[in-house]
């Protein structure tokens, strides 16, 4: 069980005054990042071991102390140690949205209202320390699909035109996300925890967080990739979202641009965890979120990207749910 610590982890822990606790690996996530839990008496704490050159704790560092200092629910940093990728943060405990929900239905609606008031909070506060969420960044996850799905099923697809699709619909909404607001790009019930009241909500895996539109992280807890949403639910969400937020123009527009780029995003990105890092369990999200991104694309805004997908993927993989994949 030792060799599989983080090296130098053990002096890391007694500096930070938890020498003698209890060390417990946790469940891994789609990074090369890996979680602990450890534990002293009734207290605990998790370490997160952020190897270096792979991963880098400063962006996750950066983001919770300003989520923190700006009245959001990130986990308190206990103990750091950049340079070797080692951080030690608050315990939010074992409750996520994902896992509750599943237990509760019934609360899905208080559940979600919470975790929008979250985000109406987050939008009113002026943008963060982060990059703009610039076109070459949306460019760079669009073509994920093109990178990763399609080589998967052997498709000889019109790179220019895709590029040109997704630049024409993405610079319609440019103008409206700036000043911007903190987007933190990963909002979903898998990333959410529910703390001892189950009114107040923490969060999870914002370390990318970028300054963006008002919608993108709208589309990631509404259309969730690892959870089904109704679209009654949805709907209902997205009306309340505006209603709280006070948010103006055609905002459904740039929900359904946001929609379609992350989710073709998700799909290469789940292809490619499957490929490249030997984790196939991704595949089995791929049908959710092509579902989504079938709709998304129904939008009159997305005509060109539409398009596209009508003359480069076949009828069969869309109907398919993208298809079934290889080795």
Known sequence: MIDSLPQGVEAFLKAAGWGDAVIEPLAGDASFRRYFRVRRGDKSAMLMDAPPPKEDPNPFLRAAKWLDANGLRAPYILAEDAPRGLVLIEDFGEVRMREYLDQWPGDEAAIYRTAIDSLVTLHRLPPGPFLDYSMSEYMREARLFTDWYCPAHNLYVDGPSYTQAWEKVLG?????????????????????????????????????????????DLVSL????????????????????????????????????????????????????????GKPKYLD???????????????????????????????????????????
Request: net charge negative; no cysteine; charged share 25%.
């Open 172 to 216: 319609e909404l440019l103008p409206r996300q700036r000043p911007g607001v903190t987007v933190l790009r990963d909002y979903h019930a898998e990333n959410i925890m529910l703390l001892s009241n189950l009114e107040s909500q923490g969060l999870l895996d914002f370390q990318d967080a970028l300054v963006g539109h008002p919608g993108y």
């Open 222 to 277: 509404l259309q969730d990739a690892r959870r089904d949403v109704s679209p009654e639910l949805e709907a209902e969400m997205f009306d309340y979202y505006v209603q709280r937020s006070g948010i103006k123009g055609d905002f459904l527009a740039d929900y359904a641009r946001l929609g379609a780029q992350r989710n073709a995003k998700i799909i290469g990105i789940f292809v490619r965890l499957w490929k490249r890092d």
């Open 285 to 327: 999200y791929i049908p959710r979120v092509w579902a989504l991104l079938e709709r998304d694309l129904t939008h009159p805004a997305l005509e060109p990207v539409a398009e596209w997908f009508y003359i480069n993927v076949p009828e069969d993989l869309r109907e398919a749910g993208g298809g079934t994949f290889t080795a």
